[in-house]
């Protein structure tokens, strides 16, 4: 059955008549009217220039949002609430000598900082690779027809990872092998969400892709409540104390119940979605020998070429849009210290706050919500303060939040709790109103291209707060520690947005939310 879309205004406007693959089936009295284009579903590059709209099966939508509802448990589980903070830095991997001394002896909690400074390093180590493969990426994207062979590749790489953190023993030789594993798979989550995000265009239209953009963020942000909220549920039931009696590591279980969701869930996409088409790509695409300036020639040039690219991009923006550069150099540097805080939080509350495993799960769950019911504000808050604004105070409340809490920490986990939770309650605002503020700060004829940038330069500056960790854990010895080297680095995105980057002027929450709607939402994966 065809579909039919009249673009409202003109009577002079193109029909559309879009069909699923058969051009036979649209019928001759669609073709006789005036100012009709006959398409087939496979048109979308065609169909955007005369409709900027087009037929897009459910199935295909939705199966490109589940694919992040596939994959969040390694976030959410393996990274941030569970494996690492619970399992990896824990008792498990502590050298018998020290599994010897009393709880709260002092060079066995030193033990323990030293598994958090760590796995620290090795985070470091994949945010340091990943800064290195982004330019190469954000290339390789634009080149049309192994868009999904390549995700494919790093989605199957991340779900064997997982299924080796389930060999992982709970024995002090087997931690380099867990950090290293984990380094492993946060290098293949960042390529697999890139080529992920490239697949956007092909399950929807400019003037929906915000929208959807938002679907796959919720599929995402439901996933990892629901999967944290089971393994809570599990944990108070005493459900994983029955693995532990039949001799299964409760943890390494999770492990495997991950990868397991992730083959559950993650199919789909393959099937129902799309390969971009050529129109898509860059002018480039899929030409087979090609040279640089510097005489490099082939794949050389190619990855070469990716690096230039990124600097002609920058300085481009410097020279003409100085502000648009440097809000997006003082938000690459925050948004990294934003993630940090994600990453290494429920280590603080493991370790220093002394977070049983019901608290550190409880913490999560509670976490989420008020990450998703801040997010929600926003949109008022930009309206009364100017997004600008609200990136400021959120900052600075989260830099006090976390001063507080490394101050008192002494008290107990009531400080945690508290300041935690506060933490969590700005990390939502800063992150949408930022989205905000660039639309404010960005040249119309180079929105594309500069929201494409704005999430490159977060994944180039992902190293930051994990080597501050590392360096202030080991600097002073303890855990805690390790929160003011990432508080640090929101500090200094702070001040180079406060002082380099002039207020836009204007409060752009409708405007925004419009231009999102057509350029679709950054997501920070």
């Excluded at 579909?3 to 699923?20: C, F, K, M, R």
């Excluded at 048109?43 to 295909?60: C, G, H, M, Q, T």
């Excluded at 999770?254 to 971009?276: D, K, Q, R, S, T």
């Amino acid at each position: 059955m065809a579909q039919t879309w009249e673009q409202p205004g003109s009577t002079n406007e193109p029909v559309a008549v879009v069909i699923d693959d058969d051009i036979s089936q649209v019928s001759s009295e669609d073709v006789a009217k005036p100012n009709v284009t006959v398409l087939t579903e496979y048109d979308p590059v065609e169909l955007d220039a005369n409709l900027d709209a087009r037929y897009i099966p459910k199935k295909s939508v939705w199966s490109w949002a589940l694919w992040d509802w596939s994959t969040q448990p390694f976030s959410s589980i393996i990274i941030t609430f569970v494996f690492i903070p619970l399992y990896l830095t824990n008792n498990a991997f502590l050298d018998p000598r020290y599994l010897a001394l009393p709880v709260n002896d002092p060079i066995r909690i030193h033990a323990l900082d030293d598994l958090a400074a760590s796995i620290g390093a090795w985070v470091t180590i994949a945010g340091i690779i990943t800064a290195l493969l982004i330019p190469i990426l954000s290339r390789r994207v634009q080149q049309p027809g192994r868009i999904k062979k390549k995700l494919a590749i790093a989605n199957i790489l991340l779900i064997l990872v997982m299924l080796a953190l389930f060999l992982l023993r709970p024995e002090y030789q087997f931690f380099t092998l867990g950090a290293a594993l984990i380094a492993f798979g946060l290098v293949l989550d960042t390529i697999a969400n890139v080529y992920y995000n490239s697949l956007l265009p092909s399950v929807s239209s400019s003037s929906n892709r915000g929208l959807i953009s938002r679907m796959g963020w919720g599929a995402g942000y439901l996933a990892g409540v629901l999967a944290l909220f089971v393994v809570l549920m599990l944990e108070l039931t005493d459900w994983f104390g029955h693995l532990d009696s039949l001799g299964l590591n409760r943890f390494r279980f999770i492990a495997l119940a991950c990868a397991i969701w992730a083959l559950l869930f993650g199919w789909a996409l393959y099937l129902f979605v799309p390969e971009p088409t050529a129109d898509f790509g860059s002018a480039d695409a899929g030409v087979g020998e090609t040279r640089d300036g510097l005489g490099f020639s082939g794949r050389r040039a190619r990855i070469v070429s990716s690096y230039t690219s990124i600097f002609d991009t920058m300085r481009d923006l410097f020279n003409n849009s100085p502000k648009t550069f440097w809000f997006l150099v003082a938000a690459a540097i925050y948004r990294d210290g934003l993630a940090g805080i994600l990453t290494f939080g429920a280590i603080i509350a493991a370790i220093t706050f002394g977070f049983t495993p019901q608290m550190v799960l409880l913490f999560g769950v509670l976490a989420y919500l008020v990450i998703g019911f801040a997010t929600q504000l926003v949109g008022r808050l930009n309206d009364l303060w100017g997004a600008r604004r609200v990136i400021i105070i959120s900052l600075a409340v989260l830099l006090a939040a976390g001063l507080l809490a490394l101050i008192l920490h002494n008290l107990g986990p009531v400080v945690f709790w508290i300041f935690g939770l506060v933490l969590c309650a700005v990390l939502g605002p800063v992150q949408a109103a930022s989205r905000s503020y660039l639309e404010q700060v960005t040249p119309p004829a180079q929105a594309t291209e500069v929201f494409s940038f704005y999430a490159i330069t977060s994944k180039a500056a992902s190293f930051l707060s994990a080597g501050m960790w590392t360096v202030f854990i080991a600097a002073f010895g303890a855990t805690i520690w390790g929160l003011l080297g990432i508080l640090l680095v929101i500090a200094v995105g702070l001040g180079a947005l406060m002082f380099l980057v002039p207020d836009a002027g204007h409060s752009a929450e409708g405007d925004s939310n419009a231009f999102l709607m057509q350029y679709g939402e950054v997501r920070d994966d």
